[in-house]
């Protein structure tokens, strides 16, 4: 037997997967090398490993190169994330091919020139209808984006599940659908319209929106409660970029009379909480509705609920999974306006648009996604957004109902290529030696 001490450890295992047979290793062939797998170098999970490279090589002789003794105290502070990178057990294992797909999708819907920037709201009509941006990413942390991904936008009702989120994770299922309904409504988002028990339909809609708004920290003043979710979002979004557009405030307060219209129907049918003042709560939904992101960081809050709750890139346990589970079956069932039921049946996905041009697409355990692009159809959907996640349904077997096993028409990312393969081949040698002839 050999002594225990010879069995490589995980650091020289890495050190020996990236190095290919040579003695040292150029830092930045490593940092490629793990941008493959989906990581980023600014990942939050990993700056003791990049803080220890960068001051390593401040005391290296050409400041490139590191032995494998430098390499290993590199890397050994987190040597777990990065085993797991490097041996592909990632949800997306193959990553640079699932991207390569994802850009073709991408420039496909790039060449639709339909729809209208919504200009209600006179800030979202100075936004260029050229602007289209995605970005994804899994519950593993893994990151791509291709287009204006770094383009601040307000997210509008792209805020809407995610304040309801907010309001179960601090109150319940129970207590919140005291206030407001689960049906899609079947009519207009904007509509005076209320069901049988005089509630809103359900959170997703403006009347269901703004009763959830009034939910949040109500014994709090305003200034109090926006710091509480824009806190939450900032979770939510790993500590990326999360902002506040005022001009986009105001205007939304000044051509707000449907939404006064609204509030004022729901205060005659007493649909808001004990001693709530109804303009205070239009005022913070307003607010609410203004508050920017960019396709980057919403793709992590997006990611936060594929992952149940979790933020990927933090590891910290932002919502509760009664919260994330309800928020993505209201989302299913009626995210996308009138277009609910259609979006259902062919994407099968967690979602949600605004008419910024945003909407936030959830794969359950797999990865979240923000498409961007402010041309909407007659709906108020993004014209390119929808065209994207229809391919990427068409492509990938990521569709509510896909069956994982017998999908043969379509990609499953979250298999390596050879797996099936391997795995028959495995299958039939175990029938033979057990005599199993059917098999």
Not at 390 to 418: Q, S
């Amino acid at each position: 037997k050999r002594p225990a001490a010879v069995l490589p450890s995980l650091e020289d295992l890495l050190f020996h997967t990236v190095a290919e047979g040579q003695e040292t290793i150029p830092a930045h062939k490593f940092l490629t090398a793990l941008k493959a797998t989906g990581l980023r170098t600014g990942d939050p999970r990993l700056k003791e490993c990049m803080d220890t490279i960068k001051e390593t090589l401040r005391n290296t002789t050409d400041g490139v190169t590191l032995d494998r003794h430098l390499f290993k105290k590199c890397v050994q502070s987190n040597i777990v994330l990065l085993t797991q990178a490097f041996r592909k057990k990632f949800v997306i294992p193959d990553f640079p091919s699932f991207t390569t797909l994802i850009d073709e999708l991408y420039e496909t819907a790039k060449n639709l020139n339909e729809g209208q920037v919504a200009d209600y709201i006179p800030q979202l009509a100075k936004f260029s209808p050229d602007l289209w941006a995605v970005s994804l990413c899994t519950v593993d942390g893994q990151r791509h984006t291709v287009g204006d991904t770094k383009v601040p936008f307000c997210m509008q009702s792209c805020v809407k599940p995610l304040k309801y989120a907010v309001a179960v994770h601090d109150h319940g299922t129970e207590y919140v659908h005291s206030f407001i309904g689960k049906e899609p409504s079947g009519l207009r988002f904007n509509k005076l319209f209320l069901d049988e028990d005089d509630k809103p339909h359900n959170p997703m809609v403006n009347a269901g929106a703004i009763v959830c708004t009034s939910l949040i920290k109500q014994s709090e003043g305003n200034a109090e409660k926006f710091d509480y979710v824009m806190n939450f979002l900032k979770k939510m979004a790993g500590n990326e970029y999360v902002g506040f557009s005022n001009a986009t405030f105001q205007s939304e307060r000044e051509s707000g009379d449907r939404n006064f219209a609204i509030g004022y129907y729901l205060k005659e049918k007493k649909c808001f909480p004990e001693g709530v003042d109804m303009t205070t709560v239009l005022d913070l939904y307003f607010q609410l509705c203004s508050i920017e992101v960019t396709c980057e960081s919403a793709s992590v809050m997006a990611a936060t609920l594929a992952n149940g709750g979790i933020c990927p890139i933090t590891g910290e346990r932002v919502l509760s999974p009664e919260a994330v589970r309800n928020t993505l079956s209201l989302m299913h069932s009626c995210g996308m306006y009138d277009f609910s039921g259609q979006f259902a049946f062919h994407v099968g996905l967690p979602a949600k648009s605004g008419v910024s041009g945003g909407i936030l697409l959830v794969v359950p355990n797999v990865m979240g996604i923000m498409c961007w692009s402010p041309p909407l159809d007659s709906v108020g959907n993004s014209v390119r957004g929808i065209q994207f996640c229809t391919d990427l349904v068409e492509l990938f077997n990521f569709h509510n109902y896909d069956n994982l096993r017998h999908c043969a028409k379509k990609h499953d990312p979250r298999r390596e290529g050879g797996d099936l393969q391997v795995k028959s081949v495995i299958n039939l040698l175990f029938a033979a030696y057990t005599g199993d002839v059917s098999a």
